[in-house]
């Protein structure tokens, strides 16, 4: 079963912030976050490996609560070309299958 | 590097055709996955190797087929088209560990009448 992801979607201005949530029902080896803009493939963010580890890049960031078995992804101050649809991505526990979660569609308007 | 190619980039097929989706890597990576997106859906993983000659089975199979005989290549074939097949198909690559990125090709679109 496939992480959830929340909210579905999103719609925010330019400069405000959201938060993207993964829960899973599984233990988590790993987190990942990609983005995927409309008709590309989807690009990779970054990779939370250890429970409590905190990640980030530009006005992108992200936590990983291992023991809640979620990960949440921080967009701060966002711009038009944050616009897209966010996957979180992990390798349960004892297996080897890379899941991705339910997606979270975001739009920013200017 | 051109990192992960996918061929053909579009197909139409009928219904009951089969064919090949072709796949190739040229980062050494072990790991290779195939996903399907249907519009406005998420990635579900079909099939997934971790290594030549070692694949296995994701969340959605069935009416697909899939060998690694290198570490480049990953073909995916659909035996029996159905118009449920419709989808953009996506393969991605990753290396052994978990803190590594996936990396994915650009998809083939595929139409099944």
């Known amino acids: 079963q496939q992480p959830v992801q929340s909210p579905q979607a999103v719609i925010l201005r330019e400069g405000e912030d959201a938060v993207i949530n993964c829960s899973s029902s599984?233990?988590?080896?790993?987190v990942h976050w990609y983005r995927q803009k409309h008709g590309e493939a989807p690009v990779f963010l970054m990779i939370?490996?250890?429970?409590?580890e905190q990640k980030g890049h530009d006005k992108i960031s992200a936590s990983f609560n291992e023991k809640k078995q979620q990960s949440s992804l921080y967009l701060t101050a966002s711009q038009l070309s944050y616009s897209g649809t966010y996957f979180c991505g992990t390798i349960y526990r004892g297996t080897y299958k890379y899941i991705f979660g339910t997606g979270t569609r975001l739009k920013v308007l200017a | 590097n051109a990192g992960v190619t996918q061929t053909p980039k579009f197909q139409v097929l009928k219904t009951g055709q089969s064919m090949t989706l072709q796949c190739a890597q040229d980062?050494?990576?072990?790991?290779m996955s195939w996903y399907r997106q249907d519009p406005g859906m998420g990635l579900r993983l079909i099939h997934y190797?971790?290594?030549?000659?070692?694949?296995d089975q994701g969340e959605v199979p069935n009416g697909y087929n899939v060998s690694r005989s290198t570490t480049e290549d990953f073909p995916l074939r659909l035996l029996s088209a159905a118009p449920s097949q419709t989808s953009v198909y996506f393969c991605?690559?990753?290396?052994?560990?978990?803190?590594?990125?996936?990396?994915f090709g650009p998809g083939t679109r595929l139409t099944v009448l």
């Open positions: 980062m050494n990576h072990e790991y």
């Open positions: 599984k233990a988590l080896y790993s």
């Open positions: 190797s971790v290594g030549a000659g070692i694949t």
């Open positions: 991605a690559s990753r290396g052994p560990l978990s803190g590594q990125a996936k990396f």
């Open positions: 939370l490996l250890k429970g409590g």
